[in-house]
């Protein structure tokens, strides 16, 4: 019995110390630990900085020694870097960990010991860039809504905007405030967090799918448009009510025709769709290190034709994030697969010695290469002959799919544009959605041209 009780007790004790340590960083940032308090007592939390080195946020200490958390791009990069105040969000709250960490060496802590000095905390390097996300700033201008620009060939997020936005060095003089607005959802990532019906976006899943089901004849399909369909009794009509004329399956995509995505929707096997939308990660969280929502789509055997072609074409119960649209597109854009997105690069310490590298998780195979081919010839169309034309006579090549999403009984929509360039060897994937703008080819469109161009300008 003593044996067994010592056996017992070594295996309980090697499980603790197994758990806590493939869980710090979570037991850490638990508010009932005091050890995070221990740690902020002794260290001065670090900085988090973009790729090439800009502070985004710091703490800066007052001559009466108090610490005050600032940010010196105010609003720029106030979801995605987050505060410290009053909570924690964004990068702050997901490396917090490692900003209230010292790893400079003992001999400085001991000094800084005697001095009754904070240690230096770690510093967080982001894969962030001022220049583009100040370009997607300026490009979203007064529109609420979200761009996302991410390198699809790493999973880097080179930028990441969402309006309307607030000033995190004011977050604990505007909180009460901010606590009584039920409205303006100011505090929402909304690139990551937002759901948003995708519209004619989503008509890359439809086509994947179609695709999958008619791989050697998909390029036979043809229908004639006059501007709505009707289909055992429910109409769909195309934006504006656009006569498109005769149209197969590439044009259908290149002008984003309702009324034949709507027909192609009655044509798909249910279960075969819910296969496709599973390995395209709806339904299930994001392979993401920031808080993002969960896209939801009503896909059911029972469905009747009116459901069917709303899906089809983005509309009804389908909802999905900005993120989410950037990473389908990201696949697309690398041959099929999507490595995930990731936002942090690395955590130095305050002499700049790594501590830490980070890189993308993982990666998801979303579609075969072929079919990524397929795609990226589509969405090349788009800019060539369809509703994105605005992207062309750049120095770049450019591919992508617009989208005008309805939300109300008004007929309001959102303004939706997600694509890469260039297009022979993409390096960067931007996706757009501005709230109740309208059509996505009038507004998102030169809203992601101007994205592109900071890029390619940052290159020259």
């Known amino acids: 019995m003593t044996y067994f009780f010592v056996f017992l007790f070594l ?28 740690l902020v007592a002794q260290n001065r939390r670090g900085s988090i900085m973009s790729r090439d080195g800009e502070v985004l946020a710091e703490t ?63 510093n967080v390097y982001t894969t962030l860039d001022v220049k583009l996300q100040e370009a997607a700033n300026r490009a979203l201008g007064v529109y609420e809504g979200a761009i996302i620009a991410t390198d699809p060939r790493t999973g880097e997020v080179l930028a990441m905007v969402s309006k309307p936005d607030f000033n995190p060095n004011e977050i604990a003089d505007i909180w009460e405030e901010l606590l009584e607005d039920d409205e303006s959802g100011l505090l929402l990532n909304r690139a990551a967090q937002g759901l948003y019906p995708p519209g004619s976006t989503f008509k890359i899943v439809t086509a994947l799918e179609y695709i999958r ?22 109409r769909i009509q195309c934006y504006h009510g656009v006569n498109h004329g005769k149209v197969d399956f590439a044009k259908s995509f290149a002008k984003s025709c309702n009324a034949s995505y709507a027909n192609m929707g009655t044509r798909l096997d249910i279960n075969s769709f819910g296969t496709t939308l599973d390995k395209l990660l709806f339904g299930k969280p994001l392979p993401f290190e920031l808080e993002s929502a969960v896209s939801r789509i009503q896909i059911k055997e029972d469905m009747t034709t009116e459901e069917q072609m709303q899906t089809a074409i983005g509309q009804g119960e389908t909802v999905v994030s900005p993120l989410h649209m950037n990473m389908i597109t990201c696949a697309i854009a690398n041959d099929g697969v999507l490595r995930h997105l990731y936002v942090v690069d690395r955590v130095e310490n305050a002499n700049g010695a790594v501590i830490k590298r980070f890189s993308s998780s993982g990666t998801t195979k ?85 994205v592109f161009d900071a890029y390619f300008d940052m290159k020259e």
């Open 366 to 450: 979303m579609m075969s290469e072929q079919e990524a081919g397929i795609l990226q010839g589509l969405m090349r169309e788009v800019v060539e002959t369809g509703t994105g034309t605005k992207l062309l006579d750049k120095p770049y090549t450019a591919a992508g799919k617009t989208g005008s999403a309805e939300y109300n009984s008004e007929r309001d929509s959102h303004a939706w544009f997600t694509g890469f360039a260039p297009v022979e060897d993409p390096e960067i994937c931007v996706t757009v959605l501005i709230e109740g703008a309208g059509s996505g080819s009038d507004y998102a469109v030169p809203m992601a041209r101007r």
């Open 60 to 122: 800066t200490v007052g001559p009466d020694g108090s610490e005050t958390r600032t940010y010196p791009y105010d609003s720029l990069f106030s979801h995605v870097v987050g505060y410290s105040t009053k909570g924690k969000t964004g990068i702050e709250s997901r490396m917090n960990y490692y900003l209230i960490q010292s790893n400079i060496p003992i001999t400085e802590k001991m000094n800084n010991g005697m001095l009754e000095k904070k240690n230096s905390g770690d």
């Open 11 to 38: 295996g309980m004790m090697t499980y603790i110390c197994v758990y806590a340590y493939q869980n710090k960083e979570v037991m850490i940032n638990n508010s009932y630990n005091a050890g995070q308090q221990i």
């Open 213 to 234: 089901e008619n791989p050697s004849n998909y390029t036979d399909y043809g229908f004639t448009c006059n501007g709505a369909v009707n289909i055992d009794g429910s």
